[in-house]
T-cell receptor, first 112, second 114 residues
Framework: AQSVTQLDSHVSVSEGTPVLLRCNYS??????LFWYVQHPNKGLQLLLK??????LVKGINGFEAEFKKSETSFHLTKPSAHMSDAAEYFC??????????FGTGTRLLVSP | NAGVTQTPKFRVLKTGQSMTLLCAQDMNHEYMYWYRQDPGMGLRLIHY???????AKGEVPDGYNVSRLKKQNFLLGLESAAPSQTSVYFC?????????????FGSGTQLSVL
């Protein structure tokens, strides 16, 4: 079965410290993986995507993610958090057979 | 450029009432999707369409119907609203290939069913 698991429902960091949002996937096929961000009362915006090219993917606003097939993971990182990064983040998987799966989301809280 | 536009942005219904949510995209995308977002459950796919005149069930289709009479529009209908359908609804679209294509999202519709 295809599934995406976001391991933390909430992550709290201080401004200027690193961010790690974890995503694990399960798929019988080679998936495309995405991270989306949702700011309050807004739609979802694409941060980055992996589609079987480079395993380290750089996205907008200083975020990056590394695809690790051996660990079935696609964790999102940022070296230094900004207050404006506070939002909800969703990991999303597309296996190309109309299997479109979102994780349950991780809310990132950034304190001054 | 508008992208994906959803109307209305907010709606309050009484149990048993019906309504239609409209999604319009101006990017000539083949694929369109309706999701619902509930706390702690992420986004769940209700129905989707791979082209004009086609629709298919997603993960949580019960209580909803959809139509794609025109390529640019994807309508989501609730024939008899229930409190369990209180949610935020998002429409999305993507280009032809599906796999690897990013989803473009509308800004959402907040629906409350009393």
């Amino acid at each position: 079965a295809q599934s995406v698991t976001q391991l933390d429902s909430h992550v709290s960091v201080s401004e200027g410290t690193p961010v790690l949002l974890r995503c694990n996937y399960s798929s019988s096929y080679s998936p495309s993986l995405f991270w989306y961000v949702q700011h309050p009362n807004k739609g979802l915006q694409l941060l980055l995507k992996y589609t079987s090219a480079a395993t380290l993917v750089k996205g907008i606003n200083g975020f990056e993610a590394e695809f690790k097939k051996s660990e079935t993971s696609f964790h999102l990182t940022k070296p230094s958090a900004h207050m404006s990064d506070a939002a909800e983040y969703f990991c999303y998987m597309n296996t190309g057979f109309q299997k479109l799966v979102f994780g349950t989301g991780t809310r990132l809280l950034v304190s001054p | 450029n508008a992208g994906v536009t959803q109307t209305p942005k907010f709606r309050v219904l009484k149990t048993g009432q019906s309504m239609t949510l409209l999604c319009a995209q101006d990017m000539n995308h083949e694929y369109m999707y309706w999701y619902r977002q509930d706390p702690g459950m992420g986004l769940r796919l209700i129905h989707y369409s791979v082209g004009e005149g086609t629709t298919a069930k997603g993960e949580v289709p019960d209580g909803y119907n959809v139509s794609r009479l025109k390529k640019q529009n994807f309508l989501l209908g609730l024939e008899s609203a229930a409190p369990s359908q209180t949610s935020v609804y998002f429409c999305a679209s993507s280009g032809l290939t599906g796999l690897g294509e990013k989803l473009f999202f509308g800004s959402g519709t907040q629906l409350s069913v009393l």
